[in-house]
């Protein structure tokens, strides 16, 4: 192969995960997650992971290993370099099996340090992570704020790493990720977009997630309020959380759902449109015409 790893990325419901795992069964390869959400044990239905309809361990289907899905607990926090490091684990174990590295998921920050590797941002301390967390809890817009005007992401995990990095060391995120970077996993990698057409995904969005509800949805949602789990890891999570609290129905939680995961995806797309150069686009829900292709290029 000319290549030591394939990239399958792209927006949610967009069809990628099928796809990887028919990949895998051509090329003799093993899936490796690069999603933030389906890292999370506990909403398999909610995050739309591949385990959503299985029973068991979370490190095979169907003949094909499976690396770093359902992994973590719900109030577990795992920084890009945490990832970086995991992936570099599966990714040598995935070598040392003879079999192809599958890296497959959404979330652009772990796709581009596997591609691009990593700024020597300093450990950060506990104390000053706790501070960085009950500042954006208390007041998000105000800690946004305390932000330079080039950092543009909205969601307060990324916001909360900022204000971290930025009370550790002095220096912004954004000055960081400007210079020299380290440990590129895959640079080399075979790049793939799944890039349906926005009301292809619309429509996708909006049938799975009344499907989902109807699955196991429910009972993930009702087990992370019995444990008091971190609810905001995953769009969904907070929505069944609070119909199952009285707070909303199911059709306000439907719709709501529906809304930020259309967000989600937006941004998805706009990030990979801009941050990810990829060797081929998929511009459809890939098919098995899309396969052959795919593996010609190998």
């Not at 927006?11 to 999603?35: E, Q, W, Y």
């Not at 068991?56 to 094909?64: A, K, L, M, S, Y």
């Not at 795992?78 to 040598?92: G, P, R």
Request: charge should be neutral; aromatic fraction near 6%; include cysteine.
């Amino acid at each position: 192969m000319k290549h030591n790893a394939i990239i399958i990325a792209g927006p949610t419901a967009s069809g990628k995960s099928d796809f990887a795992h028919k990949l895998a069964k051509r090329v003799n390869g093993a899936i490796i997650n690069c999603d933030s959400v389906q890292i999370y044990r506990g909403i398999e239905n909610i995050s739309a992971s591949p385990f959503a309809e299985t029973s068991g361990t979370f490190d095979e289907i169907d003949g094909v290993p499976y690396k770093l899905f359902s992994i973590l607990s719900l109030n577990e926090h795992i920084s890009v370099a945490d990832y970086l490091a995991l992936a570099k684990k599966a990714f040598d174990e995935v070598v040392a099996m003879g079999k192809t590295p599958i890296f497959v998921g959404g979330t652009g920050y772990y796709i581009n340090v596997l591609i691009n590797g990593i700024s020597q941002i300093p450990e950060i301390s506990s104390e000053n992570r706790n501070r960085a967390r009950e500042l954006v809890e208390k007041d998000i817009v105000g800690a946004k704020k305390m932000l330079p005007s080039d950092f543009s992401a909205n969601d307060p995990q990324r916001i909360a790493r900022a204000l971290e990095v930025f009370f550790e060391t002095g220096t912004h995120i954004t000055d960081w990720q400007k210079m020299p970077r380290a440990g590129a996993l895959v640079p080399n990698a075979l790049k793939i977009l799944i890039a349906p057409e926005r009301e292809v995904l619309l429509k996708r969005i909006a049938s799975r997630i009344p499907e989902m509800i109807r699955g196991g949805a429910l009972e993930e949602g009702a087990n992370i309020l019995k444990n008091n789990l971190d609810a905001t890891r995953a769009i969904g999570a907070v929505q069944i959380c609070d119909m199952l609290s009285g707070k909303i129905s199911e059709i306000e939680a439907i719709e709501n759902w529906t809304v930020k995961t259309n967000q989600y995806a937006k941004r998805q797309r706009t990030w990979f449109n801009g941050q990810y150069d990829a060797d081929i686009i998929i511009k459809n829900v890939p098919n098995d015409e899309d396969l052959e292709r795919v593996i010609v290029a190998l």
